[in-house]
């Protein structure tokens, strides 16, 4: 098991580096914007040899944290779990940037997720279906694994409202899993299997009258965690209107590996 190092910034010898860039649930809180991981790792040979980035969601208000950390047209693919707005939203503005910077248009960047999200995209903007946001973006709908630079990726259907998935994505011994938004679900454990880092949904508390088929307990977390020998628990997409800590020790209360509450602009090496 490969280790893990959370730091204020990246390792450049780390295999893969992992930072949160929003990690609020629901909605953009008062710390930090909605859903969007942003993993980087070195690949190529000799002059050919450059830093791959991919996103993980892009929801409402990361791309403005985004720019505190790079130049977003450097990103190489975004990869969208499903269409709700705090894992998504933020395309519009991308769309935007992308297409009328002032230093020019930069090459078209592939952009997977569910079914329709061209045209989910193209209508949260306004935009005529055709094309749409396809001048810029070439979406591809998930269908099995997929490679991007180093990263392969295994997109896992998760049991939420809309389609959804979950995210299995591997550099060479690294694995990091990403539950999207989702309830308790065979997909989910798949996505969670022995992962160096699992960054792991968290929006309802355990014992409250929850909704079913919708979201993770800090405490199904722990459990999740448990079961699927896990290297690091993430905690991630917490409402504002619950107590972070709370969240971690239901999570601690069934799981004694290493748990982190996600933080904006947290960075963890791999």
């Known amino acids: 098991m490969s280790s893990v190092t959370l730091d204020g910034s990246a390792d450049a010898e780390a295999t893969v580096r992992v930072r949160i860039v929003g990690c609020s649930g629901s909605y953009p809180g008062p710390d ?7 993993l980087e790792a070195e690949h190529g040979v000799g002059a050919e040899r450059r830093t ?3 996103l993980l969601d892009l929801g409402n208000g990361a791309l403005g944290e985004l720019h505190r950390h790079l130049d977003p047209r450097s990103i190489d693919g975004v990869l969208i779990s499903h269409h ?3 894992h998504c939203q933020d395309m519009c503005g991308f769309y935007v940037l992308r297409k009328y910077h002032p230093e020019g248009t930069v090459p078209m ?4 997720g569910p079914s329709g999200t061209a045209d989910r995209m193209a209508h949260a903007y306004g935009l005529p279906d055709g094309p749409g946001m396809r001048d ?3 979406f591809r709908t998930y269908d099995g694994a997929f490679q991007v630079g180093p990263f392969t990726v295994e997109p896992i259907p998760v049991y939420h409202p809309v389609e959804a998935y979950g995210l299995r994505v591997t550099v060479g011994d690294v694995v ?3 539950s999207g938004d989702t309830a308790p679900c065979e997909g989910l454990d798949r996505v969670a299997d ?3 880092l699992l960054l792991c949904e968290a929006s309802f508390r355990d014992g409250d009258d929850n909704p079913p088929g919708i979201h993770l307990t800090g405490r199904d977390a722990g459990e999740l965690a448990r079961r699927s020998a896990l290297g690091t628990l993430v905690l991630t997409h917490i409402p504002p209107w619950f107590d972070q800590q709370a969240m971690y020790d239901e999570a601690a209360a069934v799981f004694d590996g290493a748990i982190v509450l996600a933080e904006r602009g947290a960075v963890f090496s791999l």
């Open 194 to 196: 022995r992962a160096t």
């Open 109 to 112: 960047i592939p952009v997977w």
């Open 32 to 38: 930090s914007p909605a859903s969007c991981y942003l």
């Open 136 to 138: 810029v973006f070439d």
């Open 176 to 178: 990091i899993g990403y």
């Open 84 to 86: 709700h707005p705090d």
């Open 52 to 54: 791959w980035r991919i």
